[in-house]
Nanobody
Framework: QVQLVESGGGLVQPGGSLRLSCAGSGSIFRFRAMGWYRRAPGKQRELVATITSGGSTNYADSVSGRFTISRDYAKNTVYLQMNSLKPEVTAVYYC??????????WGQGTQVTVSS
């Protein structure tokens, strides 16, 4: 069983930055895609960003140009760098890793709050 642990969330002022981390118990090479999702209060979970095993990235339109997803093979960790933060990105952020055998793994979530 793969365990994912997110960290890096918190309270930040508008315009600020945060970097989320998702550390996995398995090697990143096992996974065909890794991503970040979020759920804002009263809303459904939505895709934020994904990165494939080949390095292709995909972003929600609302974060494109401000958020960057990346990975560190040596640390088995995926990151989400979030810049120019706005209050509307306030949500619980979850990392998700999908392996080559249809396994689908989620972290416990980390709260991101953007407020003055």
């Amino acid at each position: 069983q793969v365990q994912l642990v997110e960290s890096g969330g918190g309270l930040v002022q508008p315009g600020g930055s945060l970097r989320l981390s998702c550390a996995g118990s398995g090697s990143i090479f096992r996974f065909r895609a890794m991503g970040w999702y979020r759920r804002a209060p009263g809303k459904q979970r939505e895709l934020v960003a994904t990165i494939t095993s080949g390095g292709s990235t995909n972003y929600a339109d609302s974060v494109s140009g401000r958020f960057t997803i990346s990975r560190d093979y040596a640390k088995n960790t995926v990151y989400l760098q979030m810049n120019s933060l706005k209050p509307e990105v306030t949500a619980v952020y979850y990392c998700n890793w999908k392996d080559w055998s249809a396994g689908d793994y989620w972290g416990q979530g980390t709260q991101v709050t953007v407020s003055s």
